[in-house]
């Protein structure tokens, strides 16, 4: 593999950086210093198939460049995500924005990248099962709390149900149940870090 540093000094007043169909897989830090005056970019029929934080911060570095980008084969799993809100902020500076699509999986082939988002991918779905142990530990550290409200006189022994709700920071017991004024309910929180 040949690695070529470009060095130009520009004249010209337009000035359009031509690389498409070169099979560039990446873009890195300092990729186009010097180029601070170019007008076009045209990276398309490349290999690129994500876009990584330094590489965007390096397309940023050209503030004045119309940027090309189509025709490359973007796989869009969790690690598109900054490409796609990036590209999502730049549409008017990518002039081919809206026929950015994806390549790779099958399942998001030709969705356009600009409709990419966590919820589609799935890339932040919540860990079932460490929700599950936090609302357990929640249940059997607080079953002495749980036996009083069941045998407060006031609640006469008719707690009907426990939902545990969720957030990333803490587990709530919703306790619910019923007496002969009405409904009575209570809450118990855990967090995380009460696990051990």
């Known amino acids: 593999m040949k690695v070529y540093i470009l060095t130009l000094n520009f004249i010209f007043e337009k000035v359009r950086l031509q690389l498409s169909n070169n099979s560039l897989v990446a873009i890195h830090n300092s990729t186009f210093s010097g180029l601070e005056r170019l007008q076009e970019l045209d990276l398309t029929l490349n290999s690129l198939k994500t876009v990584p934080k ?14 090309l980008l189509s025709e ?17 902020r730049s ?6 924005a809206k026929s950015l699509v994806c390549a790779f999986p099958a399942s998001m082939r030709n969705t356009s990248i600009l409709a990419v988002r966590t919820l589609t991918l799935g890339c932040h779905q919540r860990n079932v099962g460490a929700d599950l142990a936090l609302h357990f530990h929640c249940l059997v550290s607080n079953l002495s709390s749980l036996a009083m409200y069941k045998n407060d006189k006031q609640a006469s022994g008719n707690l009907k149900g426990i939902k545990a709700l969720s957030s990333p920071k803490t587990t709530t017991l919703l306790l619910f149940g019923s007496r002969s004024g009405g409904r009575v309910g209570g809450t118990i929180e855990c967090r995380p870090a009460e696990i051990s």
């Open 54 to 67: 330094e590489g965007l911060q390096e397309l940023d570095s050209l503030p004045g460049a119309v940027l």
């Open 72 to 88: 490359n084969p973007f796989m869009c799993k969790c690690g598109i995500e900054p490409f796609a809100l990036w590209l999502n």
């Open 91 to 96: 549409q008017g500076r990518i002039r081919d």
